[in-house]
């Protein structure tokens, strides 16, 4: 274990480690507060992966909680490259299909890393059972109980060996937590960092007087000066806004909330660790999903109004003791508020002016790719765009200037009426119009003459010699079509 750590540049323990390895190593209950980002993965992860035993099929060992399934993964990953070769750990979530997590759960998996309402589902479809677990981890759980998952976490554990072990860690002890502590741990050895501020003590937080028309310029500054940056909004449909913006200003920009599929946000998040993105835009459902190693800054671009949204939004930066800046943009309208919001949670804070140039400038961007969307929807808008754009205003012709409909190939004759003065197809007029083509092109009642001849008769296919129209001789020139009993002959189609 110390080799694996070591090869991945972890030799010295962070604080909570320190505290809470040793004696869950030894079997201990132990309940940890520490900020986001202190390590607390290892610090579960370590005990977890030592003391799990081989599982049977359908019955797992361990069970790791977490409220998001971004979380949920990255925990997964983490526990993998902690775990042997010969041990299973798996990730059961939400938004794909059940038939690979059935399938794993079939084979065995020993430490099972899950979001409470995926793993109800999956127990009530009869394909796992958790008598056999002995370890239980509740990761974030302050941020389970704020979505409402504890009914649930609870009827989890009740369903667990009644004697296992349990490690909770959270940002906060207090409310719903502690009746989990309370309820479900016995003798639990309790740490809480010092002076830990939630936010993480490494992130610099910054206010700034940014009315609402000025922040998308405002944040394509700040990505393009600082480098990584998670930009938080309030609804999904201003973060997949926001996202689209900033791309339009040159910055490559994803967007993840509730509404995006499982492949949307795993991708987005991919794109977002390997540079393609140089900005993420989330929502306060994502705040505890993204755990990516890097960010350099945090924007609140909607304020929010629960302080413990604040602090977990901050937390993307500044983590594990690196650094990292908060800014939040604020308002006229706000400025009451956001004080009477960051006294609450300890901190004295000062509005000023935006100061882009004094931030740390971040790597260079990289360049980012010709349609950086996050799905069909948006390629499609920008397609159409382009088009409208190439075009002048109108949507509707072909892109790259096509010709108008009913013209032909270059150097080819048009497909429309011939000119005026041009005679029928094979019609011989007679002294008189024979139903031949008006001023303007159009010949009436739109047929055309199959090569009969008029004969002082109207070339609309009825015979010379039909029945006398009333009032008149027959025979005589007309252009306006059969009067009253004038029978029509059967029309028939002539070529184009």
Same mark, same amino acid.
Do not use: W
């Given at each position: 274990m110390v080799r694996s750590l070591a090869d991945r540049g972890i030799e010295t323990a962070f604080p909570i480690q320190l505290a809470t390895i040793p004696p869950a190593l030894a079997g201990r209950d132990v309940c940890g507060r520490a900020p986001t980002g202190s390590g607390k993965t290892l610090a579960f992860g370590i005990p977890a992966v030592l003391r799990v035993k081989r599982a049977k099929p359908h019955r797992p060992r361990a069970l790791v909680l977490a409220p998001t399934r971004e979380l949920a993964a990255q925990i997964c990953d983490e526990l993998r490259m902690l775990a042997d070769r010969d041990q299973s750990v798996e990730s059961f979530y939400g938004g794909v299909r059940f038939g690979n997590q059935v399938r794993a759960l079939k084979a065995g998996v020993d430490i099972a890393v899950a979001c409470p309402g995926r793993m109800a589902d999956l127990i009530n479809q009869g394909h796992v059972d958790l008598r056999d677990v002995d370890l239980v981890v509740l990761d974030e759980a302050d941020?389970?109980?704020?979505?409402?998952?504890?009914?649930?976490?609870?009827?989890?554990?009740?369903?667990?060996?009644?004697?296992?072990?349990?490690?909770?860690?959270?940002?906060?002890?207090?409310?719903?937590?502690?009746?989990?502590?309370?309820?479900y741990m016995t003798n639990p050895v309790r740490h809480e960092e010092a002076g830990a501020d939630p936010d993480g003590p490494t992130a610099e937080h910054v206010f700034w007087?940014?009315?609402r028309p000025d922040r998308i310029?405002?944040?394509?500054?700040?990505?393009?000066?600082?480098?990584?940056?998670?930009?938080?909004?309030?609804?999904?449909?201003?973060? %997949?806004?926001v996202a689209k913006q900033m791309r339009t200003r040159g910055v490559s920009a994803v967007a993840i909330h509730g509404d995006r599929s499982q492949n949307q946000r795993e991708r987005a998040l991919e794109d977002f660790r390997s540079g393609d993105a140089r900005a993420i835009v989330?929502?306060?459902v994502a705040a505890r999903g993204i755990h990516v190693d890097g960010v350099e800054c945090?924007?609140?671009? %909607?304020?929010?109004?629960?302080?413990?949204?604040?602090?977990?939004?901050?937390?993307?930066?500044?983590?594990?003791?690196?650094?990292?800046?908060v800014i939040s943009f604020v308002p006229n309208e706000m400025r009451r508020d956001l004080v009477r919001q960051q006294k609450s949670i300890g901190r004295e804070i000062q509005i000023v002016a935006p100061d882009v140039a004094n931030l740390t400038e971040g790597?260079?961007?990289?360049?980012?790719?010709?349609?950086?969307?996050?799905?069909?929807? %948006?390629?499609?808008?920008?397609?159409r765009d382009k088009e409208r754009s190439s075009n002048g205003s109108s949507g509707r012709n072909r892109p790259g200037g096509?010709?108008?409909k009913g013209a032909g190939p270059s150097g080819s004759k048009p497909r429309g009426p011939k000119p005026v003065g041009a005679k029928p197809n094979g019609v011989k007029p007679n002294g008189a119009k024979a139903n031949g083509p008006r001023p303007g092109g159009s010949k009436s009642n739109g047929s055309k003459p199959n090569?009969?001849?008029?004969?002082?008769?109207?070339?609309n296919g009825a015979k010379a010699g039909s029945a006398k129209s009333r009032g008149g001789k027959s025979g005589g020139p007309r252009s306006n079509g059969p009067r009253p009993g004038v029978h029509k002959a059967r029309r028939t189609s002539s070529p184009r």
């Open positions: 941020r389970m109980a704020d979505m409402g998952f504890l009914p649930e976490v609870r009827r989890l554990l009740d369903a667990c060996s009644k004697k296992r072990q349990t490690l909770l860690f959270s940002a906060t002890l207090d409310g719903d937590v502690d009746v989990i502590v309370k309820g007087q940014i009315e310029g405002m944040a394509t500054q700040i990505v393009a000066k600082v480098g990584p940056t998670v930009v938080f909004c309030r609804t999904k449909r201003g973060a %997949d806004r989330a929502t306060d945090v924007i609140h671009f %909607d304020p929010t109004d629960d302080p413990k949204d604040y602090v977990h939004r901050s937390g993307r930066t500044g983590r594990a003791g690196n650094a990292g800046v790597e260079p961007q990289r360049a980012p790719r010709k349609v950086h969307s996050g799905d069909r929807n %948006d390629q499609r808008r920008d397609r096509s010709k108008p090569g009969s001849k008029p004969n002082g008769a109207k070339a």
